[in-house]
């Protein structure tokens, strides 16, 4: 009989009975039927009571994930690994509304896709013009926000068809809409990324000038304000971090 396996510690971690006993507080699970969607599409399209009606007409919405891109790194010894070269978001994520009897809703988006082109001469709308915003809350059972995320750079991109039918009596007719955006940042105020810099796009390090003349010069590192050696010390690491990898 070979001999027992020996671990750091014989015991799990994590017993069921506490599980079960997370699960039934208040905060123990995330209910999919309680959240909040709030559009901010560009001005002049919806007045703030008609934004107000539209969000309580969502019927469901996909909260959207975010991947990783990654290149293999074979100029390594031994097994090659993953390395991040770059961060994608969901392509496009589908709302569907309860329409009202005159389709406001449906009007209120055509409206939208209206400040993408012009349907005379077909010239197309400055893409500044037609963005907005959607923030998207998961509400606990006491209608608390939790957890929220913005969609920045949103647009209308598909008014889907809603089938219409005699056979079926008295049934409520849907309205999907899909929105193209950019990307997605959290809204809870402890866990809003610091933008990057002009130095270093998108990674949230780099230099920055406080106004007025004579400002104070702030290093940031991974959204992080650092000393200026911490700042030096990390740019020769990624430095030789580049030079060591493959060229592609």
């Known amino acids: 009989m070979p001999p027992p396996p020996k671990f750091t510690s014989k015991q799990a971690s994590i017993k069921f009975e506490e599980f079960l006993a997370t699960i039934r507080t208040n905060e123990g699970y995330a209910p999919t039927n309680r959240f909040e969607v709030l559009l901010k599409p560009p001005a002049g399209v919806a007045t703030k009571n008609e934004l107000i009606e539209l969000s309580l007409r969502c019927r469901d919405i996909s909260l959207p994930g975010r991947n990783l891109n990654t290149l293999t790194?074979?100029?390594?010894?031994?097994?090659?690994?993953?390395?991040?070269?770059?961060?994608?978001?969901?392509?496009?994520?589908?709302?569907?509304?309860?329409?009202?009897?005159?389709?406001?809703?449906?009007?209120?988006?055509?409206?939208?896709?209206?400040?993408?082109?012009?349907?005379?001469?077909?010239?197309?709308?400055?893409?500044?013009?037609?963005?907005?915003?959607?923030?998207?809350?998961?509400?606990?059972?006491?209608?608390?926000?939790?957890?929220?995320?913005?969609?920045?750079?949103?647009?209308?991109?598909?008014?889907?068809?809603?089938?219409?039918?005699?056979?079926?009596?008295?049934?409520?007719?849907?309205?999907?809409?899909?929105?193209?955006?950019?990307?997605?940042?959290?809204?809870?105020?402890?866990?809003?990324?610091?933008?990057?810099?002009?130095e270093n796009p998108g990674m949230g390090t780099g230099t920055s000038v406080s106004n007025g003349s004579g400002g104070k010069k702030t290093y940031w590192v991974n959204g992080k304000e650092v000393t200026k050696e911490e700042y030096d010390q990390t740019m020769r690491y990624v430095g030789q971090l580049r030079a060591g990898m493959p060229k592609l």
């Not at 569907?96 to 055509?110: D, K, T, V, Y």
């Open 73 to 198: 790194d074979s100029n390594i010894y031994g097994p090659t690994r993953e390395i991040v070269n770059g961060v994608t978001y969901a392509e496009d994520i589908t709302i569907n509304f309860i329409a009202s009897s005159g389709l406001e809703e449906r009007i209120l988006f055509e409206s939208w896709q209206q400040l993408t082109f012009n349907d005379s001469t077909w010239d197309l709308g400055y893409y500044n013009d037609y963005v907005g915003e959607i923030d998207i809350y998961i509400l606990n059972r006491q209608n608390e926000r939790r957890y929220g995320i913005k969609l920045k750079e949103a647009f209308p991109k598909t008014i889907s068809p809603s089938d219409l039918s005699m056979e079926i009596k008295d049934q409520i007719m849907i309205l999907p809409v899909s929105f193209a955006f950019r990307c997605w940042e959290p809204l809870d105020k402890e866990r809003v990324p610091n933008h990057a810099t002009p």
